[in-house]
């Protein structure tokens, strides 16, 4: 069972950075890992992924050139470094393991894990304008 644990939230005035980072209890190489977040009264929206041996990302086009997912199996613990923060990144972020991307013609879908297991619990970013 994998446990994946995020740090690294807090609040920050627009313009500044934060990284986040999600540790995995166990070995999480070979499966795709992702951030997703969720803004009070919308729904959780994809915002990056990474592939297994870390060759390849992908991101919303809100955050593309922002934000930067990596990851060290060596650590098994995955990262989202986020520049430039805007008011409208303030969200509930999400770690996920088993992240499916699916390319569509208006923009990449980040499908999630069904089994609630492959959650982490969440940290908070706050970004204040």
């Known amino acids: 069972q994998v446990q994946l644990v995020e740090s690294g939230g807090g609040s920050v005035q627009a313009g500044g950075s934060l990284r986040l980072s999600c540790a995995a209890s166990?070995?999480?190489?070979?499966?795709?890992m992702g951030w997703f977040r969720q803004a009070p009264g919308k729904e959780r929206t994809g915002v990056a992924a990474?592939?297994?041996?870390?060759?390849?990302?992908y991101y919303a086009d809100s955050v593309k050139g922002r934000f930067t997912i990596s990851r060290d199996n060596a650590k098994n613990t995955v990262y989202l470094q986020m520049n430039m923060l805007k008011a409208e990144d303030t969200a509930m972020y999400y770690c996920?393991?088993?992240?499916?991307?699916?390319?569509?013609?208006?923009?990449?879908?980040?499908?999630?894990?069904?089994?609630?297991?492959?959650w982490g619990q969440g940290t908070q970013v706050t970004v204040s304008s």
């Open positions: 166990v070995f999480t190489y070979g499966t795709n």
């Open positions: 996920a393991a088993k992240v499916r991307v699916i390319g569509r013609k208006d923009g990449l879908e980040f499908v999630p894990p069904s089994d609630q297991t492959y």
């Open positions: 990474i592939t297994p041996g870390g060759g390849g990302t």
